[in-house]
Nanobody, 127 residues
Framework: QVRLVESGGGLVQAAGSLRLSCAAS??????????VAWFRQAPGKEREFVAR????????YYADSVKDRFTISRDNTKNTVYLQMNNLKPDDTAIYYC??????????????????WGQGTQVTVSS
């Protein structure tokens, strides 16, 4: 099994930045075949796709709402996926989850297609 643990959330003012981390442990030979995505869920709203990255970090995709503000990256030497969030807005307030699926270059943005989830980290952006 692969365990995913998020960190880096917190409270930030609008226009500020945060970097989230998603650290993997366990059967890392499985993790190295993962596509990893970030999703977020605000109170009363459905879970929303944010960004994804393929197994080797060469292919990324973003939701329109975060494009040009967020950057997803991956360091397989550290078994970690990052989400750099710049120019944060109050609408970015949510619990952020990383999720993985054992498919090397997966193109889904649907949360139900990812079967391994972290516990989430809270991001709060004040106006």
């Amino acid at each position: 099994q692969v365990r995913l643990v998020e960190s880096g959330g917190g409270l930030v003012q609008a226009a500020g930045s945060l970097r989230l981390s998603c650290a993997a442990s366990g059967r890392l030979f499985i993790y190295y075949t993962y596509t990893v995505a970030w999703f977020r869920q605000a109170p009363g709203k459905e879970r929303e796709f944010v960004a994804r990255i393929n197994h080797e970090g060469s292919n990324t995709y973003y939701a329109d709402s975060v494009k040009d503000r967020f950057t997803i990256s991956r360091d397989n030497t550290k078994n970690t996926v990052y989400l750099q969030m710049n120019n944060l807005k109050p609408d970015d307030t949510a619990i952020y989850y990383c999720a993985g699926v054992q498919r090397a270059d997966y193109d889904s943005t649907y949360h139900a297609n990812y079967d391994n989830w972290g516990q989430g980290t809270q991001v709060t952006v004040s106006s």
